[in-house]
């Protein structure tokens, strides 16, 4: 594994760090795989060993040594500059979440920068569970609830008539709707957002609560404390435990020098920070989507950016379609279903996966390694 900074703006003022890790097969022909987190402001290392990478962190009781970085089996394994060598493998782009927005918009430009030098061999892009237009993933959050048997039909049908469907900016004069919503989060305020199927447990850290970030609002809003009290360390069966073992591993000095980290260069490290200057420039990727080859993949029990949402936005673009849905398989068992359009479009639900379908490992790595392969799912 290469880790190192690379230098953006005119003037490299800004360093991007950057974690690299070559191909388990070939990789002067394998392809090239860049992969951008969500959040917006989280780190790659999110990437690396919990989602992608050739990583993870075991899952024990901390007890005050460095946390052990075990291998995942399932990885996918002005920078090329540096790497000439790779220049003419097959490149493709990727990210999850709120990097629906940044990777189309990505995968453009470099369609544009190609007339230039270095070309890059861009060959499409893959993108799990994408927020693709600005806060409106939200509204499908309560047709998914009432799909999933989480409120019953009586509430979706007075939700439907008092809202209309909008339950993002509800009226404030609008109180039939404010009222029917709020039974609605009631009906749903103990459920694990991110994946429906898994335990909600929060705990308290130094840092930003973990499972804030899908308050039911906004991926965009500053995620808030709980002030429920709740037990400093979650247990091993909570989802977060691994983040809380990411945090020890990477505020560690031994592992910083092994990193080379830039002293000064960053304070205490967070999974994902909202301290950021982030600028929402772009809040609509679907033009960016038109006349792009993609492969989209998601969870099917994501209620934060839900399969509804993603379904919609592809039904946007009008493109027919080549083969109709299907369950695809894993050892002759259904791992999802599938669908492919023109322009090389394919969607894929992932059987069990939420909201970082790549912590459904196994079936993340398939359906990229099949993609990258050109063989059908």
């Known amino acids: 594994m290469e880790n190192s900074y690379v230098g953006v703006g005119d003037l490299e003022e800004v360093q991007l760090f950057y974690y690299f890790v070559k191909s388990e097969g070939n990789p002067k022909t394998d392809p090239l795989l860049f992969w951008l987190t969500g959040g917006p402001g989280c780190s790659a290392l999110t990437a690396l060993a919990f989602e992608v990478g050739p990583i993870n962190f075991k899952i024990k009781e901390y007890d005050g040594s460095l946390p052990e970085v075990i291998l995942n089996p399932y990885s996918w394994t002005k920078w090329l500059i540096r790497h000439p060598e790779f220049l003419s493998n097959p490149f493709y782009v990727g990210g999850d979440s709120y990097s629906g927005i940044v990777i189309p918009v990505i995968a453009q430009e470099i369609l544009e920068e190609n007339k230039h030098a270095p070309y890059i061999n861009q060959q499409g892009y893959i993108l799990g569970n994408p927020v693709t237009v600005g806060t409106t993933y939200q509204n499908f959050a309560i047709p998914f609830a009432h799909r999933m048997t989480l409120i019953p039909d009586e509430l979706f049908e007075s939700l439907t008539s008092s809202c209309k469907g909008e339950y993002v900016n509800i009226d404030p004069s609008n109180v039939d709707c404010l009222r029917h919503y709020n039974t609605y989060q009631k009906c749903i305020s103990k459920i694990h957002k991110a994946n429906i199927l898994l335990p909600k447990c929060s705990f308290h850290s130094p840092k930003r609560q973990e499972d804030a970030i899908f308050d039911g609002r906004s991926l965009y809003n500053t995620p808030k404390v709980l002030l429920d009290p709740e037990p400093s360390i979650p247990s091993l069966d909570c989802p977060a435990y691994k983040f809380l073992l990411s945090s020890y ?12 980290i830039r002293k000064g260069s960053i304070g205490e490290w967070t999974r994902c920070s909202d301290g950021q200057n982030y600028n929402y420039d772009i809040e609509n990727a679907f033009p960016y989507h038109v006349n792009l080859s993609s492969k989209g993949y998601r969870g099917d029990h994501d209620m934060v950016v839900s399969h509804l949402d993603t379904q919609a936005w592809i039904k946007s673009l009008n493109y027919s379609i080549v083969e109709d849905w299907r369950p ?21 639900t992932i059987k069990g996966g939420g909201h970082t379908a790549e912590y459904t490992l196994k079936e993340c790595s398939v359906i990229f390694s099949r993609w990258i392969a050109r063989e059908s799912l």
């Open 249 to 260: 591993w990477a505020n560690n000095d031994q592992v910083r020098k092994a990193l080379h």
């Open 328 to 348: 695809w398989f894993i050892a002759d068992q259904v791992a999802g279903y599938t669908r492919s359009y023109a322009n090389n479009m394919t969607f894929a």
